[in-house]
């Protein structure tokens, strides 16, 4: 993902706009790292260069569970206790 | 995963995607005509459409719900050395958008007619009346078609192409049909839609 992409993207539940970008890993574009809502509390990962910000009936609960598991150390208490979905 | 060439660019299909058929070459011959600066490319699959318009473009917007479909469309781009111009994003038709505007945008969506009402597949199936995904994508269109810009989308004549007309028309855009090619029992069209022009006096 290019950081120009923040530009652009809102949270597709609430609409909220900027989102906030923590970056995990990072060569040419960020491979890794997570979008945080601040008006919902939801977040979004980023996998191989790609932000995955599908509404919640849609999400892949086990690629969610092995994301937060992987990067554990890096993502922000309130999306591990609080974060939705 | 399957490997072919489309338009002068090497597409791959990834398990699962929808392979480049009819409709994507019905497509990709109806945006031979123009240039602009942004695109946004909605249920891209392969990517393959917009990668054959990448060329003239400042950048492209492409968007899946598959995940798998987007890592394929950035794969396809990275092949074509064409990366540079995309952003992918894995998401639900303009859901993680925010409001803002396109020079173009377009789309092939699923639209057959799915009656069985089970389990449908996403790569093809357009639910009761193939309107699923047509729909939803009018309805939003407005909000992110640039001023001047123009949206493509294909479609069956079985998905009703007045009712598609009607609706762009009640969202104050016109739309027409541009390109059309007939098989056995239906016909596909590429429908284009624009900001209806302001009355003069």
Known sequence: ?85 | MSRLRVDGKDVVVFQGVYPPSEDTFLLIDALRSGAAGGALELCCGTGAVGLSIADKLDSITALDINPIAVKNARQNYMNNGLSGRLDAVVGDLFSPLKKQSFDLIFMNPPYLLDEEGGPEDLSWSGGEGGRRIIDRFIEGLGGFLGEEGRALFVQSTLNGIDESLDMINGEGMVGRVVSKVNFQFEGLVVIEVRHRPPQKD
């Open chain 1, 1 to 85: 993902m290019k950081r120009r992409l923040l530009d652009i993207l809102a949270c597709p539940i609430c609409k909220h706009h900027p989102l906030e970008l923590r970056v995990f890993e990072e060569k040419e574009e960020i491979d890794e790292g997570i979008l945080l809502c601040t008006g919902c509390g939801r977040w979004y990962p980023i996998i191989e260069s790609i932000p995955h910000m599908l509404p919640d009936d849609l999400r892949d609960r086990k690629e969610d569970a092995n994301f937060l598991l992987k990067w554990k150390r890096l993502i922000p208490d309130a999306v591990l206790k609080e974060g939705k979905p």
